[in-house]
């Protein structure tokens, strides 16, 4: 998330935000601070720990629900919005209108189909039956290459798998891009890190799961089995790649002819695997991702047995269907991914689960429904406004800093004027009409869905760049930036409370939102993004100095955040977390200056006994208020990008010298940092 505004666009900004909707009268007559300042914690001094002194009844009086493994604002806006396209599909799925081929009738059928638990306990395994054949049917394990592009066509998780996108050096082209995968767990840590007691019992307790899975399956052998795909699995983890060393752009591209994929990984039959995943005929090339995995998987390829194989890959199948299948595969796969591995105490009701099913399947087609009912047109104008006015501010910034040279400002404001963004929608819906959903027939349905998925990415390659193409649904609380299309993308759903109140003041809307689309155009110029170009191509357009001030300064925060511990023993991975460490602080630092430019002298009105630069931070604090069951804060620390909560609020605030000004900040408070050791990037 990114940056704000130009003084020549201040008042545009101001109508931007009061306009639409009607918010104009509201905010004069009686604007509210948009603060819950219930939750605030007068016994947490907020100069010794801003998050709990904001969120501080909040996090005593709140029970994470017992079907989540975290609870928070994302989550519950996300949980909110289930009912509501829960009534879409069930309107579709009793419309007399839902013709044969329809949006309609598909979304319909694939929730009936799901909801028909009765029939889904009748089948059984009955569903997979003729895949599990066919894997049980192999003779020989020069059969494996067409096996694995066979089941990766259903997005069945096998060692290695490859995705479409923009070549990062000709974005002007698709290109499969070949990288790791395989493992039954959420790292590769799990597997090899037999000092970590959390993570040596998970791995314990996923043995036994795979053994009772092969066993509903009606294996024979399910001990051995299970014991020999774990061995196989850590064999891969340990010649796997870490997240943090998957976050280099660089190191992970890999330009290979597809007649020398062969060099590559020694053993293995690639022309096999590439006319069986549908890529020969259509490039002369694929990237790959991790090359020194793909020589270490051909090994362990080498020196694992046929019957251990086919152990492994009639696992990952069921696995990847169990949520589909009869309640005894239900229960065990949520046995152990729910509650051993999040803490999650109550699965769903099946009504959430088929929604999300549905979602996975179909999100646009259900997406075009939600926004039909559920955005108002003024909120994307009201967006697009916000957005414009921010990359604006980016632009000022830009000039103004001291640590970069005029001709690395040159080429960031070039690439800064080539930013496009998407908001709210599609201008253009995805076609779903090859997609066949049959009423009572649910494991087929996901299975279909999933190959037309593989197929619409395959058709891709050799085709112009799709640039109307969406990478989350409407209905996404999210938002993201992608560097290969130098764009920003704010879903529909995204623009509600707290990140935006249409009532409030607007210090509060500035924090918020305006925090979220400065942290995404900043991920243009973080660690990652700032290694490509406007035009999507991985490119160094530094000069060697710069570089060298932009990794000093991104080192500290990598220092600062690697210092932060959500639970005893397990600290946050500042180069895992340093790009969106790197958005946060400078989404609210550009967003800051909008708010003061906006402002235009005058002094903010006190709210809730709040002026408004507090009212401002807390704005953007309160967005990450959250919880998270203990197991589900390990995979979190272990695998995900962003820091936790907390630390997103805190480790942002001790940055931000407006802070300290704000409440009253001084050295021997816990929230303090030396203005030396404070990171100001952007």
Known sequence: MNKYLLSALTLSLIAGLAQAGGATKAVAKAPASGIAVEYIDPAVRVQDDFFKHLNGKWLTSTEIPADKSSWGTFVKLDDDLRPQLRAIIEDAARSPNGKAGTDAQRIGDFYASYMDEQRADALGLAPLNAELARIAAMKDKAELPAMLAHLGRQSIDTPFDFAIHQDAKDSTKYVADIMQGGLGLPDREYYLKADDAKLADALAKYQVHVEKMLALAGSKTAALDAARIVAFETALAKVQWTPVENRDPVKTYNKVDLAKMAEVAPGFNWKAYLDGAGISGKTSYVVVSQPSYLKGFA?????????????????????????????????????????????????????KRAVGTVETAMGESLGKLYV????PAERKARMEVLVKNLLAAYKVSIDKLDWMSPATKKEAQAKLAKFTYKIGYPNKWRDYSALVVVRDDLVGNVMRSRVFESNRQLAKLGQPIDREEWGMTPQTINAYYNPEMNEIVFPASILQPPFFDADADDAVNYGAIGGAIGHEISHGFDDQGSQYDGDGNLRNWWTAQDQKNFAAKTQ???????????LPGYNVNGELTLGENIGDNSGVAIAYKAYKLSLKGKKAPVIDGLTGDQRFFMGFGQVWRAKMREQQQIVQVKTDPHSPGQFRANGTMMNQPAFYEAFKVKPGDKMYLAPKDRVIIW
Do not use: C
Request: aromatic fraction near 14%; proline fraction near 4%; charge should be positive.
């Open 299 to 351: 090994q362990v390829s080498n020196e694992t047995s046929l019957d251990t194989w086919k152990a492994y890959l009639q696992l990952r199948l069921i696995s990847s269907y169990a949520n589909v299948l009869s309640k005894p595969f239900v229960d065990e796969r949520f046995a152990f991914n729910g509650t051993v591995l999040a803490g999650i105490k109550e699965m769903q009701p099946r009504w």
């Open 372 to 375: 039909e009912k559920h955005f």
């Open 556 to 566: 500290k925060l990598v220092a600062q955040y690697g210092a932060y511990s959500p």
